[in-house]
């Protein structure tokens, strides 16, 4: 398989440390808040590369992490929260432990998972009564459960004279990797200027680009809720050790894939490949793979500060979870997304239309058609071109293959898009079919006709009485789809 490698600039053959294998790590999400529609985005392009992955024949090994300690602020250690951690504030916030906030969130993070149809870590459809105390079965790590694997790797790093320490914290001395800021190119003089305001909040902090990889509960962090004892006394780790700790120990010390958004590659991803090769002399990660922003109409990464939309906020408005998958899945992941309504809209639209064509094939499944499974193939090896696949899928549809073959295929092919293609043609459909009710098609047939002659006053009018009769209707570029309100 072919994708983007960070590392290498360029689109790169995927040569797996072991032959038809591949060990994935996933940056996961951080628990003290409901997730975002721009992490969502970004964890609908991991299960698709899963998807992608296990299509293409491979054997997956994958973790993602849940971060539920210490997340100081993005950027830097001492940042504009200096003193509040994250998770502490939420738990002040909402007056509870900060345990019982990373809980709480994680169940909401299965919550939307579950509706994204997105698969868990281990390949595995994410059970219904999956939560918070069982996560660890399905392939996601959490940081406070690997407390003792960072306090390892942290000594490793130390013997081997990476670190150093003042009264406050433990730091990576990143002057001791020549090729620190190999992602960005920046020479670490020029960081020093960006990162200036932070110098002297910790005055024995050598570089303004070293990073904590454990804090002391002393000073700022006197408050600090959780913590633990370690050989530099008892506080808490530092963001990025979670990753190197948690990829190591499951994945071994050499795996493949590891992916992030965009935002992780200058502090986040320069910070753990450090740390790796601090640990273990040598870089852990094969491929770096990145994913680009969701942005909203001003071009801004759509985040938690700015209001975001959550994934209930998006269903009370009406839509479906899966018209936010499909909105995220026929973009490649390179490719930056603005996110509008209308957007949205024609991604409901477009798998409206899907699901339409594929009832229409009825339920016989018949066998694959060879020739599209392998094109099919080609698009998800080619970088993942979902694009060139939704576009394939329209073709293959439109073909004169039989109804029966089509089924099968596209059933086939909704392994990796994950639409459950499956329920919506053996579930009794919400999707009104002509023939039920003889006003309803009355009233469906006036409505083409006035479109037809461009009275779109009547259309409307039309359109309220048929929402009177309990059922919606909405235009797409193959008519107009009824369903039941
Ligand atoms: P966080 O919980 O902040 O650590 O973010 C979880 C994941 O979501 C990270 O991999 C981020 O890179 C990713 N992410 C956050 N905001 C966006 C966005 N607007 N677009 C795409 N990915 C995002
Ligand atoms: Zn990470």
Known sequence: MKLYSTLDKKI??????????????????TVYYRMHLGNIRAYVNWDILHRALLYLGYQVKRVMNITDVGHMTSTDDFGDDFGTDKMDKQAEKEGIQPIDIAN???????????????????????????????????????????????????????????????????????????????????????????????????????????????????????????????????????????????????LGERFDIHTGGVDHIPVHHSNERAQNIGAFGHP???????????????????????????????????????????????????????????????????????????????????????????????????NLNMSGALALINEMLKSENSSEDKLATILDFDRVLGLNLNQAISEDSQEYKEGQNEELDSLLRQRIEAKSSKDYLKADALRKEIEELGFKVIDTSQGQIVSKN
């Open 104 to 250: 709480k969130y994680i169940d909401t993070v299965l919550d939307d998972f579950r509706a994204l149809d997105i698969i868990a870590p281990n390949g595995k459809e994410i059970p219904n009564d999956l939560t918070h105390e069982k996560v660890s079965e399905f392939g996601w790590t959490r940081a406070t459960e690997y407390i003792n694997q960072m306090i390892e790797v942290v000594k490793r790093m130390e013997e081997r004279g990476f670190t150093y320490e003042t009264k406050q914290a433990i730091y990576f001395d990143v002057t001791k990797i020549p090729d620190y800021n190999i992602f960005t190119g920046q020479k670490l003089d020029e960081k020093k200027v960006g990162a200036r305001e932070d110098v002297g909040i910790d005055p024995e902090k050598r570089n303004p680009a070293d990073f904590v990889l454990w804090m002391k509960k002393v000073g700022k962090y006197d408050n600090h809720l959780m913590n633990w004892p370690s050989p530099w006394g008892e506080g808490f780790p530092g963001w990025h050790i979670e990753c190197s700790a948690m990829g190591t120990s499951i």
């Open 12 to 29: 790169v053959e995927i040569q797996p440390n072991k032959e038809g294998e591949i060990s994935m790590y996933n940056c996961g999400p």
């Open 284 to 382: 852990v990660v094969k491929y770096w793979i990145h994913n680009e922003w969701l942005v909203n109409k001003e071009d801004e990464k759509i985040s938690k500060s700015k209001g975001a939309d959550s994934l209930p906020e998006i269903v009370k408005l009406g839509y479906d979870p899966l018209d936010i998958r499909y909105l995220f899945l026929s973009v490649n992941y390179r490719t930056k997304i603005s996110f509008s309504m209308e957007a949205l809209d024609g991604a409901k639209n477009s798998r409206k239309a899907l699901l339409n064509k594929v009832r229409e094939l009825g339920q016989e499944k018949g066998k694959l058609l060879e020739k599209y499974v392998e094109a099919f193939k080609d698009d998800l090896d080619n």
